[in-house]
């Protein structure tokens, strides 16, 4: 097998052919260095010396990067950049692991876990968890959509308990480790290594365990190691994106063990809770202060609806773009930046939002819009409204209705009478036109 130096020096390689030579020389050639490759997570963490450099990379190479990364390694790898001081912080906590396998981000501990009413349970018993491995709950199992912060809090545990407990023996794997091991043991004849490994440790962690699912062998191995961890009193912590009684291709006896420890779930943030995210990304990346920072992540925390993840890889993408072209931060430059990201993830002004815009133009308050008064100088800018909320919007018409305090009937006969008019009245199509473009260069 290839050391992790062979493979670095083969993605070189192939960045250097695929590079333009000025490109390769200017902002690769003996400018990045290895930190750490995580097979588990599929995170290769590199060394970048100045915030310009990260910023140029983030924006215009990361991709090409993770690519050429993908055939050296032979498998898909997320790129991670660190600057000089994060990078003694992770080798810090490697140097305190137990295993080679461990590879914690160290900005996920429990003191950057932004927790909300969508998470204060789940981040209580991952605490209580760390400051008492096998004493408090074992096994956590911890649930929810993706991107939401289950593998930070699978981290702040970990990385909690290398800290406070340096002599209990820690190992985190992905459940795609955890079948890659097994059926190389199986093939190998080395269950023994196997089973010293995975039932040896005092903490075991392992991610995404739904994808046991349908792996009969591979389900029946996490179940002996279950029983033999739980009858030593040892920790397990579990994360999936469903819980156990949703878990259809295993065994009965697994999904009732993995369901009989403390279950908690991580819900979608919040508005403020996403806006408190941000602001502490901000703090971390030193990103400098800005007059109009705080609209940017406004308007971030506004439009990314659900996911963590996405919603920081985003902030990530206007820093850069700004750090790299000099320019001021403002809600119109992340517009611009993100603006093929919020196609994707499908976002869509709100009722309140095209209200507002109607509102303006009309020269009339959104109470007037929201009023029974049934005059033509109010009617028929709330007809558009309406109208705009379904036809731009793609709200249902019993959403508009709550969102109006209006029948579902009205809203639909409304809608239509605007549908109709606009077909025939010159004026009112160009009023739709100027309104509807207006609506999405604001929002």
């Known amino acids: 097998m290839k050391s992790t130096t062979d ?112 998470s204060r349970f789940a981040a209580g018993m991952a605490q209580k968890v760390a400051q008492a491995p096998g004493k408090a709950y074992s096994p956590l199992f911890i649930y929810s959509t993706t991107g939401l912060g289950k593998t930070h809090l699978m981290h702040a545990i970990g990385i909690y308990i290398l800290e406070h407990f340096p002599k209990l023996n820690v190992l985190y794997v992905s459940s795609e480790t955890f079948t890659d091991d097994f059926v190389n043991a199986s093939i190998n004849k080395k269950m023994p290594l196997f089973k010293e490994k995975y039932r040896g440790v005092d903490v075991l962690l392992i991610d995404d365990i739904q994808f046991i699912n349908e792996k009969d062998k591979t389900a029946e191995e996490v179940f002996h190691t279950f029983e033999a961890l739980y009858n030593s009193g040892k920790q397990m912590v579990f994360a999936s994106d469903m819980p156990p009684k949703d878990f259809l291709g295993i065994d009965e006896r697994l999904r009732r063990r993995l369901g009989q420890g403390m279950l908690v779930d991580i819900k979608p943030p919040s508005y403020e809770i996403k806006v408190a995210i941000l ?63 919020m196609k994707i993830s499908g976002n869509a002004p709100s009722s309140k939002d095209i209200k507002k815009v109607v509102a303006g133009y009309f020269n009339i308050s959104v109470s007037d819009i929201d009023s029974n008064e049934r005059t033509r100088s109010l009617s028929t800018p709330r007809q558009i409204a309406m109208f705009l909320c379904r036809d731009l919007a793609k709200h249902s018409f019993p959403t508009i209705a709550k969102d109006f305090k209006k029948d579902e009937s009205t809203v639909q006969h409304n809608c239509k009478k605007i549908k109709k008019e606009i077909e025939i009245n010159e004026h009112l199509n160009n009023i739709v036109k100027e309104l509807t473009e207006k609506i999405l260069n604001e929002y």
Do not use: C
């Not at 308007?299 to 320019?327: C, P, Q, W």
């Open 7 to 118: 493979l670095w020096n083969k993605m070189l390689a192939i960045l250097e052919e695929r590079l333009d030579g000025r490109d390769y020389s200017t902002w690769i050639e003996n400018r990045l260095s290895i930190v750490s490759y995580d097979r588990a997570a599929g995170v290769l963490l590199i060394g970048v010396d100045t915030d310009f450099l990260k910023a140029q990379l983030e924006l215009k190479y990361k991709k090409t990067l993770e690519k050429a990364a993908a055939v050296a390694f032979g498998a898909p790898v997320k790129i991670r950049f660190l600057l000089p001081e994060e990078e003694k912080t992770v080798k810090a906590v490697q140097d305190r692991s137990e295993t080679e396998e461990i590879i914690f981000n160290p900005r996920h501990t429990f003191d950057n876990f932004i927790v909300g009413d969508n």
């Open 279 to 341: 602001k502490n990304k901000a703090v971390l990346d030193s990103v400098p202060e800005d007059d109009g920072l705080s609209d940017v992540i406004s308007f971030i925390a506004e439009h990314i609806k659900t996911n963590v993840s996405e919603l920081e890889a985003a902030f990530d993408r206007v820093v850069a773009f700004a750090t790299y072209m000099g320019k001021p931060f403002t809600k119109a430059l992340a517009k611009e930046v993100l603006s093929d990201v």
